[in-house]
């Protein structure tokens, strides 16, 4: 049920995200205690603002209204991804390239399945991310396919 959600939603998207020139990052449908949440992430260069995020609600809510997809009630919750955003796409990844990103794999590598660092390069098939440990740097390379998720973060150094 919310596999089908989510796509009739990304179609929906689509020519709003088109119009207003932003870039549709994720759809979560899931249910939270008692109530369904439908969450929709945008962003665009320079980050997007409560008024983009009105504007997008209002006119998902209108198409939401016609189609009618989800036949319970439910909150709908436009915004950003945050300073922390998922990494979900290829292209994602290679926008972050210089970046610090979080990465899980699904297995350890080098005895480890989370890394933190400075995405060095990414060619498609494998990420390099400068990663410290203790006082030494290093360099680990991170088959795409291992990826279980990616995501921006935020360093305090």
Same mark, same amino acid.
């Given at each position: ?5 989510? @796509? ?7 020519? *709003? ?10 759809? @979560?449908?899931?249910?939270? /205690? ?49 300073? @922390? ?23 350890? *590598? @080098? /005895?480890?399945?989370?890394?933190? /660092? ?40």
């Amino acid at each position: 049920m919310s596999e089908k959600v989510t @796509e009739t939603v990304q179609q929906l998207m689509e020519p *709003i995200v088109l119009e207003m020139n932003l870039e549709l990052v994720d759809i @979560e449908y899931l249910k939270e /205690g008692s109530s369904w949440f439908l969450r929709v992430y945008v962003d665009k260069d320079g980050g997007i603002d409560i008024e983009d995020c009105g504007v997008v609600s209002e006119k998902l809510s209108e198409k939401l209204d016609d189609l009618d997809p989800i036949p319970h009630n439910y909150f709908l919750e436009v915004s950003s991804p945050g300073a @922390e955003r998922p990494l979900k796409k290829k292209e994602d990844i290679a926008r972050a390239i210089g970046k610090n990103i979080n990465v899980k794999t699904y297995e350890p *590598i @080098e /005895g480890t399945k989370t890394f933190e /660092g400075t995405l060095i390069s990414f060619d498609n098939e494998t990420l390099v991310i400068q990663v410290t440990i203790k006082t030494r740097k290093k360099e680990v390379s991170i088959p795409y396919e291992k990826v279980a998720k990616a995501r921006l973060a935020i360093s305090f150094s």
